[in-house]
């Protein structure tokens, strides 16, 4: 959501749906009350199933990107890229075997 509807919510007080919320982007997903928990589950295995250091490294970026200068998300990534390169192969070696099982 941007910034101008964000400031229109907060200054009116205006109430919004769920469908609504997602539609302007305040929420990534609505769903039925009884399937929450399994949505919520299912999403968490997914994220769960990704490298473990790129999750935590792309969380970074997301978090400090937003008021970084563009040289200070070059600098981020490239730090990164090195950090990801010397933690070695384990992560992809995994996931080529997985898709060559499918």
Known sequence: MGL???KELVLTGDFIDAFEAQRIGLVNK????????????AMAEKISSRSPLATSLSR??????MEASFDQIMELEKSH???CAQNGTEFV?????EMKEK
């Open 4 to 6: 101008g509807k964000a």
């Open 81 to 83: 890229l090195i950090i």
């Open 60 to 65: 970074t970026a997301l978090d400090q990107g």
């Open 93 to 97: 070696e995994k996931r080529l075997k």
């Open 30 to 41: 609505v769903v039925a009350p009884e399937d929450l928990m399994a949505e919520s589950m």
